[in-house]
């Protein structure tokens, strides 16, 4: 029994990784064949390197998931911090429409930003759908994420030591700072590393509210479309590797956390 | 209403970008481009009955097939020793936070017929198979890439279980079957639930997938809600009333689910 437990894991597991071991694997194949082998280069990560329209793709990428998680993890922050004081009834609506992105079908969301986006750019002439608009949807889909993980940490505090604090002279925002940001501080790390992989992942949403504007998953997907250069599978080894290193902080830190929690 | 004051700019930005936006399609679905209320829209759409019907399906297909070599994985994952069970939920999330469209390309170079399955098809001697662009590898490709999202929430249901309901049923005489069916499985509910929403609701709305590996062939209802807002037949009208029966749809859906965890007496009716 225990046997046929660990087959069946090992099973998945290659099931799982099978594919993206194949797209690494060619991306130092010497000829364009996806299935011949025909010796080790790393002519397609030079290649990739001096491609222009990637090089934006992955600037814009860069910039959208740093602004992005930025404004999201502060905005989340505030909001799961008010939400924690709010009354009951309020903080049920509000947290049913924190989750209706994340219920959402993605493609919903993105027609329904690209609608707004057009709606507002017709009448007033502002918010050109371009990198501004794809900020605002990246903030849109990555607060949820922010406020989830921070709300089970502000759950986690005692109350009272901002109330100490509060004893000893702080006002309330020196007590905020000191006393309420340091103890939750590491649900808004996670959250802002969630929201910045996310960022950097999203496709769908980007497609319909971004315009003319590519960024790294677009341009993977225009290059699917077109005839397959081998410089996509480098583009995906390398990125598989950001978000594989990403993952293992995110990991490490939550792992850290539990032992700092199990040693109190 | 009394806001708090830090809650205000979040309340305003979630209005403005998910409230609004929602408004609009509904707006312009039961409207005419000139502006005028119609149903024409909505009428138009359930013309397309045969792609919703196709996509509900392929759906489903796939939410079961994830559940069936999801459950007992989740299953296999909850039963390690408590240590390394962080480790294998760590591997299973990695390929999910890669980017799914280069997983399904992924498959588009395995599944080809001149790709590699094929190579190896006709490598043992076999007739080479058309795999490509059928229904099949569509349902390949969502299994593929949503299988985390059903094993996820079924382990981290079955991690939670107390250990000593199970000895508890043990002692009162349960075999191994009967403590797994009367015990285990109800306890699991509400991971299953979960696990088939967050699994139904990207399948019945990609468009990703059915387009990369189904070859375009294989209409589903994402795709003609793209087609409607960036393709050649630009029709935002027609697209958010589309969009506003997938929502309609996925809502029904997760209903009837939900209805499964609510009522655990009427569940073990069913056992």
Known sequence: ???????????????????????????????????????????????????????????????????????????????????????????????????????????????????????????????????????????????????????????????????????????????????VIPGIMPGIITGMIMSFTMSIDDFVISYFAGGMVQTLPIAVYSMTRKIVSPEINALSSVMFIVVFVLLIVINFRQEKDRLRGAKK | MKIKPNLFPYVLWMSFFVIVPLILVIIFAFSTPEGGFTLDNIIYATKYSAVFWRSIVLGAVSTFVCLIIGYPMAYCIAKIKANFQSVFIMLLMIPMWTSFLLRTYAWMTILEYNGLLNKLIAFLGFEKINMINTPGAVVLGMVYNFLPYMILPIYTVLSKIDKKVIEAAQDLGANKITVFKKVVFPLSLAGVVSGITMVFVPSVSTFVVSKMLGGGAILMIGDLIEMQFLGNAYNPYLGSAVSLVLMVIIMICMGITNKLDEDPNEQNMIL
């Open chain 1, 1 to 179: 029994m225990k046997i046929l437990n660990k087959i069946y894991m090992v099973l998945i597991f290659i099931f799982l990784y099978a594919p993206i071991f194949v797209l690494i694997a060619f991306s130092f194949n010497d000829s364009k064949s996806r299935v011949v082998w025909s010796g080790f280069t790393l002519k397609w990560y030079f290649k990739l390197f001096e491609n222009q329209e990637i090089l934006s793709a992955f600037y814009n990428t860069l910039i959208i998931a740093t602004v992005s998680a930025l404004v999201a993890t502060i905005l989340g922050t505030a909001a799961a911090v008010g939400i924690s004081q709010s009354k009951k009834w309020q903080k049920k609506l509000i947290m049913n429409v924190t989750n209706l992105p994340m219920i959402n079908p993605e493609i919903v969301t993105g027609v329904s930003l690209m609608l707004l986006f057009v709606f507002i750019y017709n009448t007033f002439g502002i918010f050109k759908p371009g990198l501004i608009t794809l900020i605002c949807a990246h903030t849109t889909f990555c607060l949820p994420y922010v406020i989830l993980s921070v709300m089970p940490k502000l759950r986690q505090m005692d109350p009272h030591i901002y109330e100490a604090a509060r004893d000893l002279g702080c006002d309330p925002l020196r007590a905020f700072m000191k006393v």
